[in-house]
């Protein structure tokens, strides 16, 4: 989890400030937005696809460290799915001690393929942000060179 923060929050600022770098100031509202876009639709579908891979992984990594039954009786008392019990812990805390086990190590083992699903994006990635132009920070705005706003009208007028 700290890797993850830190890779986070160390790029997802670059990255929109690559972006605001690299277009004329009458786009950089549309690339910012379009920035932000890209990345809450990427983590939605991320957190769709990553979800599916890890409850469809608890399916069979639950069943290795349960026994039949056991799987049976979570169902019929969490509404049909041990999900409830996986994630709620005051119903993890209810149950016996060597059912809460099985289910906390069937959840560890369905979550290792969830992070192996993550590392060819992970790759795909680094090597995008590797071909990523370098380009000088620029220093204003692209403010037009001999305009400035006269007065408290706010519109801008040539000057001599």
Same mark, same amino acid.
């Given at each position: 989890?700290?890797?993850?923060?830190?890779?986070?929050?160390?790029?997802? #600022?670059?990255?929109? &400030?690559?972006? #605001?770098?690299?277009?004329?100031?009458?786009?950089m509202?549309?690339?910012?937005?379009?920035? #932000?876009?890209?990345?809450?639709?990427?983590? /939605?579908?991320? &957190? /769709?696809? !990553? *979800?599916?891979?890890?409850?469809?992984?608890?399916?069979?990594?639950? @069943?290795?460290y $349960?026994? =039949?039954?056991?799987?049976?009786? $979570?169902?019929a008392?969490?509404? *049909?799915a041990?999900?409830? @019990?996986?994630f709620?812990?005051?119903? &993890? @805390?209810?149950?016996?001690? /060597?059912?809460?086990?099985?289910?906390?190590?069937?959840?560890?083992?369905? $979550?290792?393929?969830?992070?192996?699903?993550? !590392?060819p994006?992970?790759?795909?990635?680094?090597?995008?942000?590797?071909?990523?132009? =370098? &380009?000088?920070?620029? #220093?204003?705005?692209? %403010?037009? /060179? *001999?305009?400035? %706003?006269? *007065?408290?009208?706010?519109?801008? =007028? =040539?000057?001599?």
């Amino acid at each position: 989890m700290i890797v993850i923060g830190l890779g986070l929050g160390l790029t997802m #600022q670059t990255y929109t &400030l690559v972006v #605001q770098n690299s277009v004329d100031r009458a786009d950089m509202a549309v690339a910012t937005s379009a920035t #932000q876009l890209s990345r809450s639709m990427g983590a /939605a579908i991320g &957190l /769709a696809i !990553l *979800g599916t891979i890890l409850s469809q992984g608890m399916v069979t990594a639950i @069943a290795r460290y $349960l026994p =039949e039954s056991a799987i049976q009786k $979570l169902q019929a008392a969490g509404g *049909g799915a041990t999900a409830t @019990a996986v994630f709620d812990p005051a119903q &993890l @805390a209810q149950l016996p001690p /060597a059912i809460a086990a099985g289910i906390r190590h069937g959840l560890a083992d369905a $979550l290792h393929p969830v992070f192996m699903a993550n !590392l060819p994006i992970i790759a795909v990635a680094f090597i995008a942000t590797l071909f990523i132009r =370098e &380009l000088p920070l620029r #220093q204003t705005a692209h %403010v037009a /060179a *001999g305009r400035q %706003v006269i *007065g408290g009208s706010g519109k801008a =007028e =040539e000057t001599s």
